[in-house]
């Protein structure tokens, strides 16, 4: 396997980042959250390691990094029990779909699916 070169989402080497970059104020949010890629190779591992379950949510969360915070928190709230209908999923659905999040996109159609069988919605 490769060696991964970790990066923020703003590709600063994390090895730039000091206390006293952040007091002065040299650093910020895009360069502490985490990039995408390292969420693909870190998915990698897992499927090399038997976990295909882990590594899918790790493509997951590779896709949602790309959002906004706001947008990403109201998708997990969409998707507590009793929080959305059948309707409101399918169009987080829709709307992931067309972000290119379809990994998400399928998790969102599978919940309101099971959802609907369990009496989970809202």
Known sequence: MSAHQAVGASGRDPAEITLERVRDGDVDITDVRIHPDTLEHQAQVAADHANPQLAENFRRAAELA????????????????????????????????????????????????????RGLLR
């Open 66 to 117: 790309a959002l906004p915070d706001a947008e990403v928190l109201a998708l997990y709230e969409a998707l507590r029990p009793r929080r959305s209908t059948a309707a409101e999923l399918l169009d987080h659905a829709a709307r992931l779909e067309a972000a290119g999040a379809a990994r998400s996109a399928a998790l969102f159609r599978e919940a309101a699916q099971v959802y609907e069988r």
